[in-house]
């Protein structure tokens, strides 16, 4: 028995396409080779004849780009090839890395034949390119004819014909042009082109088609209309085909309809600020529905001798095939001259065929200084309203596939798709590398999350940010990643394609958070992902009881739409941030990421986001830093669309964030949410009375502030400014402040106040204030009867002050509870017997109760919600029930095995204080006359009513104790900030200080009291210090918070740096408990 393995023999490896001198130390090295077609890569024997000086080589790694494959394969080797070295081997044999393999659609070879014209000085040494365009705008990437000099000195003299087998993305049956041009250089570049042919095989070995696009003009800077590059379109077609009776029929025909040539008046307009203009090098590349232009320099003005100056309008025109409707632009420089720094107001494009004008605003730097550092922009039409790029990476390239799709229309990113079905889910990865000897890695690094039976993600690649090439020793480097919905994790694969030996990678620490289950997963790894090292391996699957599960809160799918004015300089560089507020709670201070070209003039920006769960929305806060180089910022409106249940709520505002363009000088808006044309908060105006009490010392002239806190969130920071006394906050004194154009909170519960510590005197003794609701006509009491000084009572300068009104709600024994069951919409759902219910609660568990089904009122059909009500005692929170399944006759014999009621979702409400408690079921209980068989639920969810969160207001001392690590420098002498989260709210920002004491020093605890309304079960700390002082990197061992009423510590682990210079650099850190 014999096989054959096909090879190509053996081929010399000449000249390399970039380095003179060949296979030098640390160099990669280019080679073009052709062969023939030996099928799948398997191996490759790569050797040296072992002559010269210095014959030892040390291969790294082997790199074979195959486009007829659509393969390019890495073939990693990591040895020596030397006689005296490693096993004295100088020819070795190696093998593809499957991880390392790109697969691609498979190029296809193109005959290109390049007729030069028989006219003096025609012939070129120039580097020659082509493009080809199929039908749509599908293009092939540009590609070089000659391989090398030697080869661009022997090709295109005059009078000659040269023909190029070139392999290229296939662009389809139809050449609708080509770009054939050259970048000049040296001293014969000018080229007198007569025509190109461009032969391609049809399909299935049929025959041959060729097609000519005749030329006979220059490519020359010093002739004609000193372009180097051309479009041409075809004249005619050439088809061989083979006929069934093995004959060759030859049809010649003329091309109908070709695409027209159009002249392109563009008009570039440099802004009228300081600075404006640019001296470098500007290159534009136009792009329509039928293809682009190719990037050209705009090199000649027809306006202006010195282009590109302030406020100037520099005219250009370029000649290129019909490119359809324009919808964007590239536009750069190439950085070069004394001053290329470049402030582009717009570029205005009319085709002078078609009598049509295309606006691309601008508004922005093309700087390496200035705003975002880019000298490159990608600017869409004015009207354009397809996809921009600003939901995910994949750009926007116009296939095929939707070339009957207009334009304009709207797409929807696949990412919004997947999100809006489930079956993707975003999922955060931090990874921190070891800092033994030999830690980093320039492999690439992958993960594959894995759920229950065999359900997992693809390999989902943690590729680093531009500009960073390894994981280094000691980094944390961290990436957002979409990928299947696995439902509960089980198991997590982690490892990397590095193949040689060298590829070792040491991994500390691995962090998983899924924002959708609201978990985040702690792997303490300290392993080895190498071949020559631990156990060899380079992947490993880590076991998710290995990890350390914390609940971080359950976050919803948003489709966020932000709609910048179309106004001149509307666009922003400054930070944007944005705070939901819902009726059950609000989301923190988030960041709208910039992402290169979002919040520009006249722009639609959508992308998702991970918000709190506090649907329903009511209002939203906008603001921005003010900051960065044009920190203006006109917007219009912002949409919420929720991915889950498809809810829209649109927030709108219309008008500047602005220190100078806005009236108040605003940087801050407040927009009521509009759902269903309703609009969610009323309009308001709050009076508030402040009483300074009547004893000595009592007055104050610091600066105070205040917030108020309310059934749909809170007001903001209200400064007391302006009084109706022109000596605000004296002794025994009652000051009124207006704020108008407010939305109404509902009803209130706290107030935050606080003030600054300036001025003489600043102590503060506060006897009460009152708020008035215009809109509810409604007064609210906060009593206070406290210092707010430094030297007196506890010290603090800060109180929280529960709202009086609120006492009155005593809670009684007896309540009653609404029960609301969901059957299943699914076969067999239903049933016809009884359900009972027992509700186990903090304070006891409730009787029995039964929930009837009868012939005259059916419940518990398919896909039905059936409400009960029952009166019993108060059980409290009520942390799971029982539910069972029962005959309705009460007989024995009624008890069918084979009867089940399958249950979707139970409600229940205790109707005194309103809290709902949910219990998701989603399975079958069955039929049982035994009262022992029941089935058990823990509830999933809990909404508490404002009335009950209000009741809880009392004030708490809180216990804050923290501990700084034991490393050297763990200590800090920066300013420390803490804020604490809570059920019921957060305590604000407070800073923890003491007098005359050195605090947060390496090793040491430290104490402080914190002073605030009870904020129910404590959700997070965060901690944080302001970078200031000699060294103030900290390490923070851990923050114990005790609540001195009820005696409860809450423990919130943290053993991390918070140092700019350290790990992921933060100084800033949530810490989640440890129960």
Known sequence: MSFCIATTGIVSLKASKINKNKFERGKVDEFTVESVDIGDLKKIKIGHDNKGNSTGWFLEWVEIDAPSLGQCLKFPCGRWLDKSEDDGAVERIIFPAELQTVEYIPFVPYEITVYTSDIFGAGTDADVFIVLYGSDGICTQQKSLCLNKREQRMYFERNSVNQFIVELEDVGDIIEKIRIGHQGGGLNSGWHLDRVTVRRLLPNGKGSETVTFPCERWLAKSEDDGETVRELVPSDIFTEKLMKDGTLKQIEEEVEDPLEVHTYKISVFTGDIYGAGTDANVFLNIYGDLGDMGERKLSKSETNFNKFERGQEDTFTIQAVDL???????????????????????????????????????????????????????????????????????????????????????????????????????????????????????????????????????????????????????????????????????????????????????????????????????????????????????????????????????????????????????????????????SNGNTEEMLLEKNGDRFERGQEDSFILEIADVAPLRKMRVRTDGKGTRPDWFMERITLRNLTNQEV???????????????????????????????????????????????????????????????????????????????????????????????????????????????????????????????????????????????????????????????????????????????????????????????????????????????????????????????????????????????????????????????????????????????????????????????????????????????????????????????????TDANVFITIYGLNGDSGRRALRQKFRNLFERGKTNRFYLETLDMGELKKVRIEHDNSGLAPGWLVERVEITNSATGVTTIFPCGKWLDENRGDGLICRDLFPRY
């Not at 609404?818 to 919409?825: A, C, G, L, N």
């Open 324 to 582: 359809g409707i324009l919808y964007k632009i590239k536009i750069r420089h190439d950085n070069s001259m004394f001053s290329p720094d470049w402030f582009l107001e717009k570029v205005e494009i009319l085709d002078e065929t078609t009598e049509e004008s295309f606006v691309f605003l601008c508004e922005r730097w093309l700087s390496k200084k200035k705003e975002d550092k880019k000298i490159e922009r990608t600017l869409y039409e004015q009207s354009y309203s397809g996809e921009r790029n600003s939901l995910d990476d994949s750009s926007l390239s116009i296939s095929s596939q939707d070339s009957n799709a207009n334009l304009n229309e709207p797409k929807k990113s696949s990412l919004v798709k997947a999100a809006e079905e489930g079956s993707l889910i975003p999922y955060h990865i931090t990874v921190t590398t070891g800092t033994e000897y030999d830690s980093s890695t320039d492999s690439r690094v992958f993960i594959i999350i894995m759920g229950p039976q065999k359900v997992q993600t693809e390999r989902l690649w943690l590729d680093l940010p531009e500009g960073k090439d390894e994981f280094a020793d000691g980094s944390v480097e961290k990436f957002s990643v979409w990928g299947l919905d696995v439902g509960e994790i089980k198991k997590v694969e982690v490892g990397h394609d590095g193949a040689t030996p060298e590829s070792c990678w040491m991994m500390e620490e691995l962090t998983i958070v899924v924002p959708t289950k609201g978990v985040m997963y702690n792997f303490v790894c300290k392993c080895w992902l190498a071949r020559d090292k631990g156990d060899g391996l380079t992947s490993r699957v880590l076991n998710i009881l290995d990890a350390e599960c914390v609940n971080i809160g359950i976050k919803i799918l948003y489709e966020v739409t932000v709609v910048t004015g179309d106004i001149e300089s509307g666009g922003t560089d400054a930070s944007i941030f944005m705070t939901v507020f819902g």
């Open 649 to 971: 709520a649109t927030f709108t505002y219309g008008d500047w964030l602005s220190k100078l363009k806005n009236a108040k000088g605003s940087l801050v808006c407040e927009m009521p949410a509009v759902i269903n044309d309703e609009q969610m908060m009323e309009d308001t105006t709050y009076t508030l009375q402040v009483k300074t009490s009547d004893i000595g010392g009592a007055g104050t002239d610091a600066n105070v502030s205040l917030i108020l806190f309310g059934e749909y969130g809170d007001s903001g920071t209200l400064p007391l400014k302006e009084s109706n006394k022109s000596n605000k906050f004296e002794r025994n004194q009652m000051d009124e402040f207006s704020f108008s154009e407010m939305l109404s909170l509902g009803d209130l519960c706290k107030v935050r106040i606080w003030h600054d510590n300036k001025g003489i005197a600043p102590g503060w003794h506060l006897e009460y204030i009152d708020v008035m609701d215009s809109a509810m006509d409604k007064t609210f009491r906060f009593q206070c009867d406290r210092w707010l000084a430094k030297g007196e009572d506890d010290g603090q300068l800060i109180r929280e002050l529960a709202c009086a009104n609120n006492d009155i709600l005593e809670l009684k024994e007896r309540t009653a509870y609404e029960i609301v069951t969901v059957t299943s919409d699914r076969e067999d759902a239903d049933t016809k017997e009884n359900i009972w219910i027992i509700l186990e609660g903090k304070m006891g568990r409730s009787k029995e109760f039964l929930m009837e089904n009868s012939s005259k009122k059916r419940r518990f059909e398919r896909g039905a919600t059936d409400t009960f009500q029952f009166s019993s005692k108060n059980v409290g929170d009520i942390a799971a029930i029982c539910v069972g399944h029962c005959p309705k006759d009460g007989k024995k014999s009624s008890a069918k095995a084979d009867v089940f009621w399958h249950v979707q979702e139970i409600i229940v409400t205790e109707m005194e204080l309103c809290n709902k408690y949910f219990f998701r079921c989603n399975v079958k209980i069955p039929l049982r006359y035994k009262r022992r068989d029941y089935k058990v639920f823990e509830c999933a969810k809990v909404t508490e009513s404002f009335a009950s969160k209000a009741r809880s207001l009392v004030p708490v001392k809180y216990e804050t104790i923290v501990v700084t690590g034991f490393e050297k420098g763990a200590g």
